[in-house]
């Protein structure tokens, strides 16, 4: 059973930082795409950032402008997210994606970290 467990949400002030976690299970952590995509209250789910399994490319959404760094660690199957210089803009629920590099059929989401960035 593929699994997708998220932590290290929280609430944060304006300017903070913090890093994001996804610990994959059950499934070949090297052989899939890694995503982060958040949901804001009223809005739709959107990519925020990915990474590839072999090589380490990496794609982020404009809206990051910089401020965050997606990376995984393929001996730990875990993907991170570190966010730099948050606004409330980025408050959201924050969801980790897995979808395998030869087959899109084998998608898996975790439940979710919730991002509140307020002062």
């Known amino acids: 059973q593929v699994q997708l467990v998220e932590s290290g949400g929280g609430l944060v002030q304006p300017g903070e930082s913090l890093t994001l976690s996804c610990a994959a299970s059950g499934l070949t952590f090297s052989q899939y795409t890694m995503s982060w995509y958040r949901q804001a209250p009223g809005k739709g789910r959107e990519l925020v950032a990915d990474?590839?399994?072999?090589?380490?490319?990496?794609n982020y959404a404009d809206f990051v402008e910089g401020r965050f760094t997606i990376s995984r660690d393929n001996a730990k199957n875990t993907v991170y997210l570190q966010m730099n210089s948050l606004k409330p803009d980025d408050t959201a629920e924050y969801y980790c994606n897995a979808i395998h590099v030869r087959t899109i059929r084998l998608t898996y989401w975790g439940q979710g970290t919730q991002v509140t960035v307020s002062s």
């Open positions: 990474i590839f399994p072999f090589g380490g490319r990496t």
